[in-house]
């Protein structure tokens, strides 16, 4: 048996999931620390959300311009690119801890299926990019009549 099979779409690929195991692992032994590190690497946090047709796409941004986003769809893969402002610390004052994350950011997702560009939109509310994004008419499957002979 072929160690790559089809899975929803996708070819699953054993060797990522171990490099994705290996990665948990190691941050478990590091500590607390790993967490930071994993936060500042996969900034900013997201959450997809799926219909049999649609998609949605959710980042964390408070205190972003939305000006500086880019938003750029292409087959099944979206790339989200922007900056988010820092804060810089008042004269005497030292950071004591800083988690927030903030700078250049640069996102890019595979998606669950192919979605037409012409049909996504972004908007910017309250901190929160939402990206909705829909599968090209092409895709979706259609219900045939069947004629008589």
Do not use: C
Not at 10 to 21: F, K, S
Not at 48 to 54: F, P, S, T, V
């Amino acid at each position: 048996m072929n160690l790559l099979s089809r899975f929803g779409g996708r070819i699953w690929d054993p060797w990522h999931e171990i490099g994705h195991l290996q990665n948990e692992v190691n941050r478990l032994v590091r500590g607390p620390r790993a967490v930071s590190e994993i936060a500042r690497r996969e900034y900013p946090p997201v959450n997809l959300y799926a219909k049999e047709h649609d998609l949605l796409l959710t980042l964390e941004l408070p205190g972003a311009d939305r000006e500086k986003f880019d938003v750029t769809v292409t087959g099944d893969t979206v790339t989200i690119t922007g900056e988010r402002p820092g804060t810089e610390a008042k004269e005497g004052e030292n950071p004591h801890r800083r988690e927030r994350g903030y700078g250049r950011f640069r996102r890019t997702l595979q998606l669950p299926f192919d979605v037409d560009p012409s049909r996504t939109e972004a908007t910017y509310a309250k901190g929160i990019l939402s990206v909705k994004m829909s599968r090209p008419e092409t895709q979706k499957p259609r219900k045939v009549t069947v004629q008589p002979a």
